[in-house]
């Protein structure tokens, strides 16, 4: 065979993995769009057919309207724009507190060792159940809330960027001394890069997260936000009310992890080529 016939069958393989991998990702679009959909529907058609009570499941197609209506009299941005707020706040304080205090006690072993099980101690702390004390200290303001998220998010982090500075490779520890690497420039090209996959895992996690507590926090202790506007809506049944507001919550959190995810792709390209 000579080296062109090669290089042909080279370039054809090439072509046809390609294309594999585009109607892969038109096949996965089209599931990630056809199944909600699908289940949608599915809903609707229970509530129309009676097979579900719609004084409580109310039907998509009603919580759609709902959701039209609290759109034009202001009420839904409000709401949304209120739990964003404080998540975005206790989000980015905790992420910058514990991406810092997880990259010290990575690198830091002596740290590691003193702050390590106290805060494994604290990270198995239902957050909720946190702020009792917040409120006590705090009152009943928007500082409680935030750090709420704070909080939740930091654990997440600092927890996530240890593990990442600790499965850097020695092998690459080792080239950096050998050429001289020390201090910033040993964190700026070898520690921080080989963290960065664990920190943005650790960040599409603490999103989550922080979804869940301030939705929390806000039934307990808030009179706006899209976690009150679920607790209110129960308490005075009304369903529709509490449907957009947990379509709300769900829209948020999927919104903001695929901000992430784009993120990631950003930061660290290299990536890219290793997933599945």
């Known amino acids: 065979m000579t080296g062109h016939d090669?290089?042909?069958?080279?370039?054809?393989?090439?072509?046809a993995e390609r294309a594999r991998e585009r109607r892969l990702?038109?096949?996965?679009?089209t599931l990630a769009i056809l199944t909600p959909v699908a289940l949608l529907a599915l809903w609707e058609v229970a509530a129309r057919f009676g097979w579900i009570d719609v004084r409580v499941f109310s039907s998509p197609s009603e919580v759609a309207a709902q959701g039209a209506e609290m759109a034009a009299d202001g009420s839904l941005a409000e709401h949304t724009l209120a739990t964003l707020a404080r998540l975005a706040v206790g989000g980015l304080i905790g992420a910058v507190l514990g991406v810092a205090v997880g990259l010290l006690m990575g690198t830091s072993r002596a740290l590691h060792a003193a702050l390590g099980p106290t805060f494994?101690?604290?990270y198995a702390l239902p957050k909720v159940a946190i702020l009792p004390i917040l409120l006590f200290i705090f009152g009943l303001t928007e500082t409680p809330?935030?750090?709420?998220?704070?909080?939740?998010?930091?654990?997440?982090?600092?927890?996530?960027?240890?593990?990442g500075v600790h499965a850097i490779d020695a092998k690459l520890l080792e080239a950096a001394r050998a050429y001289g690497a020390r201090g910033i420039d040993r964190f700026r090209h070898v520690i921080l890069p080989g963290a960065l996959p664990y920190i943005f895992a650790g960040a599409r996690v603490a999103v989550g997260t922080g979804v869940i507590v301030i939705t929390a926090v806000e039934m307990l202790a808030s009179n706006t936000g899209l976690g009150y506007l679920i607790w209110n809506s129960w308490t005075l049944f009304m369903p529709d009310k509490m449907y957009v507001g947990l379509v709300m919550v769900s829209l948020l959190g999927a919104g903001l992890t695929a901000v992430f995810a784009l993120l990631e792709r950003r930061a660290i390209p290299w990536r890219r080529g290793r997933r599945a």
Do not use: H
Not at 25 to 29: A, E, F, N, W, Y
Not at 145 to 163: D, E, G, K, P, Y
């Open 6 to 15: 090669r290089d042909s069958r080279t370039l054809t393989a090439a072509r």
């Open 145 to 163: 809330r935030i750090l709420s998220v704070v909080i939740s998010v930091f654990f997440i982090m600092q927890i996530n960027t240890v593990a």
């Open 25 to 29: 990702r038109t096949r996965d679009l």
């Open 120 to 122: 494994s101690a604290l």
